[in-house]
């Protein structure tokens, strides 16, 4: 397969085109040729004259690459190496939504032939491959793992907005149904990840390893923010405390804030719903969650408590929320924790705008029910800044006093202003 693969005897296939799919497509399309399939059209289209529809890469991304964009199954049925990166949310109730991967696992099922290969790179719980998409797979394409395909696993490790942290530069995690495909899988990627790959001796210990990546950081993240709320009730700067402690070498340097986007706020999920259906309810793993599940709230009702405190007038108070992406520097909008400050700022009947230099209004309009706001005004009694965009780390105390009331809070949950506000309220997780 390997060396097919490299004299483009055989192609190379990517489902899910996304902010994983995307660049993992373009990498390997620079060595081999390559099929990139997402099922929506108009993305498709989009690609095809060189956009990045997730705003992540540059048209120059997609120069000297020997790819196909389709959402034709014929056209995926010429590929014999499929790599699988679509997402895998949680539902409204935080239960895994296996349906994308489900999906993924019947297209490659209608499409498969003896002797390819099945990647899965999207994150799931320990056993999805084998337990939940290779019995999908094989009832489509009658079948069997080993005997007449391979099946594989190597999580994604995408960072958006990284432009240091690449698909190159980034050690990959590999796995195998057998030896025979652990190490073709293997061979296949050290052709575009210079940083080596890591051979984990199961599919299971690779998916595994994905879901503690992230839980790790959820819960160090989660401990940041109950210190937060425990050092504001003693008056003392969080940000300030975290500086002096980081100058031991081994203190961990995590910061409080808001935890969304398709990674750290989702995936833990998935191990404790694994964890409960094997009968062993999680502890600490679920209280983790349950601290940065609940930040948004807290930063409502502390800005609330100024307004009630400063102007009293609730209902003609105005608000300014600036940032809506889930990070810095990134038009990725999906489970934005800013979107939950923003419904509880508006649950208290305050009056809210949001800015953001990177969110597409019409996405915010359907995903969440409020779009980017115009113009911005110069009486809010509160301004929150949820995001350090580059873009704001250049404001000073002048532009808050020229878009604020003289009483106004200015909310900087990052601590980008910390000790540059002092015409104004100042307060920071």
Not at 13 to 23: Q, S, T
Not at 193 to 211: M, R
Request: with cysteine.
């Amino acid at each position: 397969m390997y060396q097919e693969l490299l004299s483009k005897e055989k192609t190379l296939a990517v489902i899910g085109l996304g902010y994983v799919g995307l660049p993992i497509a373009l990498e390997f399309a620079k060595k081999i040729k390559v099929i990139g399939f997402d099922i929506n059209a108009q993305r498709v289209e989009m690609m095809r004259n060189h956009i990045d529809p997730s705003q992540e890469l540059e048209s120059s991304a997609f120069e000297n690459c020997d790819i196909e964009f389709t959402n034709d199954l014929d056209v995926l049925r010429k590929a014999n190496f499929f790599i699988v990166a679509v997402p895998t949310p949680v539902d409204e109730h935080n239960v895994p939504d296996l349906i994308p991967v489900q999906r993924a696992s019947e297209t490659i099922g209608k499409v498969i032939k003896k002797g390819d290969y099945v990647v899965f790179e999207s994150t799931v719980y320990p056993g999805c491959t084998e337990e939940d998409c290779v019995p999908i797979i094989e009832k489509f394409s009658g079948l069997k793992m080993v005997t007449d395909y391979k099946i594989g696993y190597s999580p994604e490790r995408i960072n958006p907005g990284d432009k240091e942290h690449t698909i190159s530069t980034i050690v990959k995690v590999v796995s195998g149904c057998c030896a025979e495909s652990l190490d073709t899988i293997a061979k296949v990627y050290e052709l575009v990840v210079k940083a080596g790959v890591h051979k984990a001796s199961s599919i299971k210990v690779a998916e595994a390893a994905k879901i503690i990546e992230n839980t790790q950081r959820d819960l160090n993240i989660a401990l940041m923010n109950e210190l937060s709320i425990i050092f504001d009730r003693m008056n003392i700067n969080t940000f300030e405390v975290l500086e002096a402690a980081g100058t031991k070498w081994n203190f961990l340097k995590f910061q409080p804030g808001l935890v969304g986007g398709h990674c750290i706020g989702v995936d833990p999920y998935y191990l404790t719903y694994k964890s409960k259906e094997l009968g062993y309810d999680s502890q600490v793993i679920l209280a983790g969650r349950v601290i940065n599940d609940g930040m948004a709230s807290y930063v409502a009702k502390k800005v609330l408590q100024h307004i009630i405190q400063s102007n009293g007038n609730v209902k003609h108070s105005k608000v300014l929320v600036m940032g809506a992406t889930f990070k810095e520097n990134v038009s990725d909008i999906r489970n934005s924790k800013v979107a939950d400050v923003v419904k509880e700022l508006k649950s208290f009947s305050l009056n809210v705008d949001v800015a953001d230099p990177y969110a597409d209004s019409d996405e915010l309009k359907h995903e969440y029910g409020f779009e980017l706001t115009p113009t911005i005004a110069n009486d809010y009694d509160a301004v929150i800044v949820t995001v350090p965009h580059q873009e704001y780390k250049s404001l000073d105390e002048n532009y808050f006093a020229s878009i604020t009331k003289e009483k106004a809070l200015i909310a900087d949950l990052k601590g980008t202003y910390r000790s540059k506000i002092t015409n104004r309220n100042y307060w920071s997780l």
